[in-house]
């Protein structure tokens, strides 16, 4: 049984930082690619970043390059965020299907829809 476990929100002002993590037990994570997206009330489900089973391609949204680094290794994900802002401020989730383990722009834009998710962990960007 794949689960997800997503911690390392919290509180911080504009321009401060914070590592999100993504225990991921059940699975073989070799074989998949993991995503993170976030949602916003009122807001759709944005895909944030994707990375490959081998640790490449990874891709991210035009929103956040170059500030958001993701990585994994054998236990899950990891999402380190610089320079937040407060339009960053959402439930942050990791991600996985089975399906896929190579993050192409098209699974890119699925990863809002993998079937696997947390509970995810807040992020509040606010001053």
């Known amino acids: 049984q794949l689960q997800l476990v997503e911690s390392g929100g919290g509180l911080v002002p504009p321009g401060g930082s914070l590592r999100l993590s993504c225990a991921a037990s059940?699975?073989?994570?070799?074989?998949?690619?993991i995503g993170w997206f976030r949602q916003a009330p009122g807001k759709e489900r944005e895909g944030i970043s994707c990375?490959?089973?081998?640790?490449?391609p990874i891709l991210y949204a035009d929103s956040v390059k170059g500030r958001f680094t993701i990585s994994r290794d054998s236990g899950g994900a990891y999402l380190q965020m610089e320079d937040l802002k407060p339009e960053d401020t959402a439930v942050y989730h990791c991600?996985?299907?089975?399906?896929?383990?190579?993050?192409?722009?098209?699974?890119?834009?699925?990863?809002?829809?993998?079937?696997?998710w947390g509970q995810g962990t807040q992020v509040t960007v606010s001053s």
């Open positions: 991600a996985i299907d089975e399906r896929w383990y190579y993050c192409s722009d098209y699974v890119f834009s699925k990863v809002v829809d993998f079937a696997s």
């Open positions: 059940g699975l073989a994570l070799e074989t998949v690619a």
């Open positions: 990375i490959s089973n081998s640790g490449r």
